[in-house]
């Protein structure tokens, strides 16, 4: 920890991890809102927090830059990711735009108001940085930390755990679900399968010679796809092709196969045929 | 080099707030307004070492548990938003709009 510190008195140092890491925060941040897939967004984000948690170190500020890592990286964007995970099926949005010409309006907006931002850093006169040295020496950046949370900011500390109980209590009211319906008994269960069309379990997926994955559906005798062999939920989610299919839709693959497969038969069977005519 | 990290934490501040105007799923908005509060936190951070004291690095921390309560029953409320109308664009969620 000391060594990461230290860089922050190298000014050449500080200065080379600064523009390496503002250049990716930057374009990982532009990244985040123009990307069309969430979680890409996700990762992107954890980039630009990353890259932000070593500046934290590199501004004397190593307890900030391990508890940006352990609940930013680690705790908040797990939580976003897993929500992505359970929401998921919407959530690669559509582009177009619902009111015109809003995109175009946002930017230029953006783009003025980080011009009017630096403008006024740049009529700011900053007082020369005097540095954490003396903050820091008595105990570390740690013990600091505890000596002003636990005096002088102790109220709002108190505060913030009545915070935490409260967000704890929200999440689980909104996300509990109550169940409107008894649960289903075994004997009841068995019984509606009874009187139900299909008795005997679902088919599998189908399984070729070059394909075997679980959207593959499975050929009945006749030749025709069989719907029930592919969950409905891979069913709907799968937008269009396979990437390794060459291009083509999972049902018109499983016909190539079940073509291939069968005149590899029929080959088999001529030959097997012209070797016994041989053999008499 | 405090004028620099300042800069930075304008721009990514900026570009959360486009985020929110152009984006329309609601997760990623919430993204773009974490990346709001962590870009305020570098400033913080910054101007904690420019004035030696260590009152603003506290003020960071403080953000931090405030928006991890804040993810916690928004990603929450979002997940509720969800199940009712199977969907996460903001622009479903108009029951208030007339």
Redesign the interface.
């Known amino acids: 920890m000391s060594g990461v510190v230290a860089a ?1 008195a190298h ?1 050449t140092g ?2 080379v991890i ?1 523009w390496v890491l ?1 250049v990716a ?2 374009a990982a ?2 990244g ?2 123009l990307v069309r897939k ?1 979680v890409y ?2 990762l992107l ?1 954890a980039v ?2 990353l890259s ?1 948690a070593v ?2 170190a590199v ?3 190593p ?2 830059a391990f ?2 890592v352990i ?2 990286t680690g ?2 964007l797990m ?2 990711l897993f ?2 995970m ?2 998921g ?3 690669t ?1 559509s582009m177009v735009e ?1 009111i015109r010409g ?2 175009v309006a ?2 230029v ?2 783009i003025a ?2 011009a009017l ?2 403008l006024g ?1 740049g009529h700011a006169t ?2 020369a ?4 040295k ?3 020496a008595a105990g570390g ?1 740690v013990l ?2 505890a000596r ?2 636990f005096t ?2 102790v109220f ?1 500390f108190e505060v ?1 755990s009545a ?2 109980i ?3 209590l ?2 689980m009211v ?2 509990h ?1 109550e169940r409107i319906t008894p649960k289903p008994t075994q004997r009841q269960l068995s019984e509606a399968r009874i009187r139900s069309d299909r008795v005997s379990p679902l088919p599998p997926p189908g399984t070729y010679a070059r394909h075997n994955a679980v959207d593959m559906p499975a050929l009945l005798p006749d030749g025709t796809v069989s719907e029930l062999s592919v969950s409905p939920v891979i069913a709907r989610r799968r937008g269009g092709t396979h990437e390794d299919l060459h291009g083509e839709l999972p049902e018109v693959a499983a016909k190539h196969e079940a073509t291939t497969l069968r005149a590899v038969v029929e080959r088999q069977v001529e030959v097997d045929s012209k070797v016994e005519e041989k053999e008499k | ?8 934490s ?10 929110v ?5 609601a ?2 908005i ?3 307004v ?2 709001m509060l ?1 870009a305020t ?2 400033a913080f ?2 101007f ?8 603003g ?2 003020i ?3 953000v ?10 928004g ?6 938003i ?2 009712s109308r ?4 903001v ?1 479903d969620a108009n029951l208030l709009k007339y």
């Open positions: 922050g000014q500080e200065s600064f503002a925060s930057v941040a532009l985040m809102i969430v967004s996700a984000l630009v927090m932000l500046f934290y501004n004397e500020a307890f900030l508890v940006q609940v930013y705790a908040v939580l976003f929500v992505v359970v929401v099926v919407s959530s949005e619902t809003q995109r946002a930017a907006a953006g108001f980080v931002l630096i850093f900053l007082p940085t005097t540095g954490l003396d903050a820091n950046n600091g930390l002003l949370i002088k900011y709002a913030t915070l935490l409260t967000a704890a929200g999440a909104l996300a679900r | 080099m405090t004028g620099h990290y300042l800069v930075l304008a721009i990514l501040f900026t570009i959360g707030g486009v985020g105007l152009i984006r329309r799923n997760i990623v919430f993204m773009c974490e990346l962590n936190n570098l951070v910054s904690s070492r420019m004035h030696g004291t260590l009152d690095q506290i960071a921390f403080f931090m548990v405030v928006a991890a309560a804040e993810v916690v029953v990603l929450a409320i979002i997940m509720a969800f199940r199977k969907s996460s664009s622009d």
